[in-house]
């Protein structure tokens, strides 16, 4: 099975890694392909290139061979000027891998995807791993929950990681320390090219 982590990872944090590695582990070692938003997307916090993002990602994710990068939102935005909503790029990827494809989100996000484009074709058509990241997370109150409880799956973890890429970013602005938010090489690599959130 794929599982796709959609994600600015603007930085990559160790958080992200270890969720990732969880979940891989979680569905007998699935692939865990990481999908990083293309330069166009809106979130103001987002300033830092898609190529560099992408950089950082490898770096965190070389030792393990299990985890992917996909850059099809990026390569998408470059060809026709917009951004993919995540139900459009779940389907580019399913006709390029050709297997089973779930996504995965952490509870914090699970509360906005009534908001999500085609969400209705969305929850119908692929199975959502999510993982949690707040505290006191009752699924119930999500109003798609009950029409399609079926396609979640709740991933049962006691460690939930506050650690997040804002809070990477704060740090690193602030001139923080922040090893323990981010992977060595990650760090050196943000360091080295002067980055700024």
């Not at 109003?143 to 396609?151: E, V």
Request: hydrophobic share 40%; charged share 30%; net charge positive.
């Amino acid at each position: 099975m794929y599982i796709v982590f959609f994600g600015t990872f603007n930085p990559v944090t160790k958080a992200h890694i270890k969720i990732a590695s969880f979940v891989s582990n979680f569905f007998n070692n699935s692939k865990i392909i990481f999908v990083p938003v293309s330069d166009y997307y809106s979130k103001n916090s987002l300033n830092t290139p898609f190529i560099k993002r992408v950089d950082m990602l490898k770096l965190a994710i070389k030792n393990n061979k299990n985890f992917i990068i996909e850059t099809i939102e990026e390569e998408y935005f470059l060809k026709e000027h917009r951004q993919l909503k995540s139900y459009e790029t779940l389907n580019l990827i399913k006709l390029k891998y050709k297997d089973q494809l779930s996504f995965l989100i952490g509870s914090d996000n699970y509360f906005d995807l009534p908001n999500w484009y085609n969400v209705d074709n969305l929850l119908k058509e692929f199975k959502v791993i999510v993982y949690p990241r707040i505290k006191n997370f009752i699924k119930e109150d999500m109003p798609l929950y009950q029409k399609y409880k079926d396609d979640f799956i709740f991933i049962d973890s006691k460690e939930i990681f506050d650690i997040s890429s804002s809070k990477a970013r704060e740090s690193i602005n602030k001139d923080l320390d922040y090893d323990l938010l981010l992977d060595k090489e990650v760090k050196d690599y943000i360091i080295k090219n002067n980055l700024k959130f």
